[in-house]
């Protein structure tokens, strides 16, 4: 059963908002076995959403229509259903008011879900996939594998990955899914044992730069590391200014391990309330490596913290003090680790900066405590 | 000049990325006077993206193809176009590798782009942009103007907006647009003062509760109130753990006014670093007002700034000694400010309630300030 979507509303046309109910059901539907053949977007209006409707059964066995299913005027789905089909079934929707509607138009399914996010999934989890699924004789979901690289481009992932795509085992996919400050390696296929193969060699192949694995985070993989060694964190901040801290305290559970940290962004507070060296401040200025060691120290001991890390460096857009944007230093301290520094030149804007150096803190106190 | 847009990708499909291309086209070719009536997404195969483009001629007098022109064996866009239209101009991409494409398919232009972002604003904003405008006779462009409110809802916006929606100015367009904690009003319309005059009215009915206008974020607007009285800020997080300093600090220009922060996470820290009273902390706990307004005040004096501002609060998603999540405090204190705290119950998972603390900590300084 192949898939089509159409997906209504003036607002996703004038961009007013980003359409992620595509990428979701893209990814929810191929893992049921149901690949996604075309997506379509098309206006408030009931001629377009016919016409889109019969270019999707063009392409597709079963189509999924998502939005427009409200109660106001500017909601038309409905109205161009009655056009393509005279009765349908209400599929209920318990987190929100307009329910579903399945019906067939030519003797083959068509859904028609609402647009707001939360419902569509519940919608689609509960009615659509089951639904189809049954329908095409429950066919092979699809298994998916993950490894997290945070401190390589993705350049650099695939050259190392390229003896695994030179022999890549029939039926099995890999995807590059580059974020901000992360490359996830996917691997996908119907059958478990050769998807395990597949990413057990990608693991080896990666070595040491895998920062985690499947779902799981690399700020929750470090506090995991730090729990098992019943030990504690905090952190002192420059340049990312509290982005590292609110990383780590995204995971829940984060409060058995982390202790909290110092957003020392002026300069003197890096001597108030850290205890770095003022006059090594006054030599070197903030963004210096020595600096980045001293912060980690004075976060351990302001919190009494068994592990200190720290950031400085310049996010730009302007360089300060004549150190260019993107130069950072990122240190480890803690007893028992190697006290660790990373000096790095790091490209992008701002916000790019920032995330890449809590990327590479994060992973600097993974190798410390690995 | 009416435009549709082809995406090409499996990996849109797939849902390996969430496609923002669409959204972004969409509004930029509408705010160029060239409406976006029509998107489709499809797969790197031959026959798939010719079917697409037909489509897309079916409901619109231009095309626009993104993706699938690079160098590799997955890149089948020029194959499908070769089926299309004989001969192309080639368009220019400084910031990366694959040119774009321009042609006429049966007299009407298509365009295709690259998908990587970047790439794809660039040669829209040169090329295409330019081209069709003047080809449609320079249509008048759209004039946006934008309201932000931080602290209401979508529903309790257009309650104070329904006077406005009923009576709103023909050629003018009223959108919500909902985020984690911020809600934008958008009007829209050919002509500037029309739009104006409506975004007067909006702003008059919404009253206090705008945060900021435009293209502003709250942050900004607050740091440029604290700049004009030039003054400082220093601020201490429980729950937010560090967010509401990041928020800050992702203003360029933040450290002329923020001076840092404690994240105080741990509860022996609100003491330790910040100052509060042990005695409070132990009778009534880290979740409450005055707690909060000693953070504040810890903050302020931590820093030598001239105002503090301060959060505590359960993020969940378990209590927290009793204390249901989404319970939150947020207080600002400084000299010549009405000492404010803001006692919150939030709705929604552990990083909405954070994201919507921060909102209200940095709503609540705007007020104090205004």
Redesign the interface.
């Known amino acids: 059963v192949r898939v089509a979507v159409v997906a209504v509303g003036d607002?996703?046309?004038?961009?007013?908002?980003?359409?992620?109910n595509?990428?979701?059901?893209?990814?929810?539907l191929?893992a049921a076995g149901l690949?996604?053949?075309?997506?379509?977007?098309?206006?408030d209006d009931v001629d377009?959403i016919v016409?889109?409707v019969r270019?999707a059964f063009?392409?597709a066995d079963a189509v999924v229509v998502s939005g427009g299913l409200g109660p106001t005027s500017d909601d038309r789905t409905l109205l161009a259903l009655q056009q393509l089909a005279p009765r349908w079934t209400e599929l209920p929707n318990p987190v929100g008011t307009a329910p579903g509607v399945r019906t067939d138009v030519a003797g083959r399914p068509l859904f028609a879900v609402p647009g707001v996010p939360g419902e569509l999934r519940r919608m689609v989890t509960d009615h659509v996939v089951p639904w189809l699924r049954d329908r095409a004789g429950a066919p092979p979901a699809l298994v998916t594998r993950q490894l997290r690289v945070a401190v390589l481009g993705e350049p650099e992932v695939a050259a190392r990955l390229a003896p695994l795509e030179a022999d890549l085992p029939d039926g099995v996919r890999l995807?590059y899914?580059a974020g901000t400050a992360e490359i996830r390696v996917?691997l996908s296929g119907t059958d478990p044992a050769t998807v395990r193969a597949a990413w057990d060699r990608a693991a080896a192949l990666l070595g040491d730069v895998v920062a985690a694995a499947d779902d799981e985070s690399l700020a929750a993989r470090v506090l995991g590391l730090l729990a098992a060694r019943s030990t504690d964190l905090a952190?002192a901040?420059s340049?990312?200014?509290?982005?590292?801290?609110?990383t780590?305290?995204?995971v829940?559970g984060?409060?058995t391990v982390?202790?909290?940290?110092?957003?020392?962004?002026?300069t003197p507070?890096k001597h108030?309330?850290l205890g770095v060296d003022p006059e090594l401040l006054a030599r070197v200025g903030p963004v210096d490596a020595e600096v980045a060691r001293q912060m980690a120290l004075g976060a351990r001991s302001?919190?009494?913290a068994g592990v200190g890390v720290a950031t400085t460096g310049v996010?730009?857009?302007d360089p300060q003090d004549g150190v260019a944007p993107g130069t950072v230093h990122v240190a480890v301290v803690g007893p028992g680790l190697h006290s660790a520094v990373g000096s790095l030149s790091l490209a992008g804007g701002?916000?790019q900066i920032?995330a890449q150096t809590v990327a590479h803190a994060l992973d600097l106190l993974r190798r410390a405590l690995g």
């Open positions: 607002e996703l046309l004038l961009g007013d908002v980003v359409n992620t595509l990428a979701w059901l893209g990814e929810t191929a690949p996604v053949v075309l997506g379509v977007e098309v206006g377009p016409a889109a270019t063009e392409a995807a899914l996917r952190v901040e340049l990312t200014g509290g982005l590292l801290a609110a780590l305290v995204d829940p984060a409060s982390f202790r909290g940290g110092v957003v020392a962004y002026a507070a108030a309330l302001a919190f009494g996010a730009g857009p701002r916000s920032r």
